[in-house]
């Protein structure tokens, strides 16, 4: 089943780091961009961060830039979460898009979405 998987939440105190992964084995992963996303209790899905098919283009949303960093290569791809914030804690989702279309942040843009990993941040 084509989907994408994602690795790596947990529970952590704020201002501590944790690093999430996402990996598509069926999809060829290396002619997708790659988004990272998240939803809170009671909000809607939020683009968090997206990079091309290449590494050479990355987005981040306001409220996370300076504190994650999004990476990849052919196989998968990496959200580095670093000074979390009690404000981060959400489900967090990756999601890809074909090379060929605009890099954006947008969910409705992206395809294959994994079922999601928990990160909570405690004050």
């Known amino acids: 089943q084509a989907q994408a998987v994602e690795y790596g939440g947990g529970s952590v105190q704020a201002g501590g780091s944790l690093k999430l992964a996402c990996r598509a084995p069926a999809l060829r992963f290396e002619t997708y961009h790659v988004g990272w996303f998240r939803q809170a209790p009671g909000k809607e899905r939020e683009g968090v961060s997206s990079?091309?098919?290449?590494?050479?283009t990355a987005y981040y949303a306001d409220s996370v830039k300076g504190r994650f960093t999004i990476s990849r290569d052919d196989y998968s791809a990496y959200l580095q979460m670093n000074n979390l914030k009690p404000e981060d804690t959400a489900t967090y989702y990756c999601a890809v898009r074909y090379q060929l279309e605009y890099l954006t942040l947008a969910p409705g843009d992206f395809s294959y979405w994994g079922p999601g990993t928990q990160v909570t941040v405690s004050s």
């Open positions: 990079i091309s098919w290449n590494g050479d």
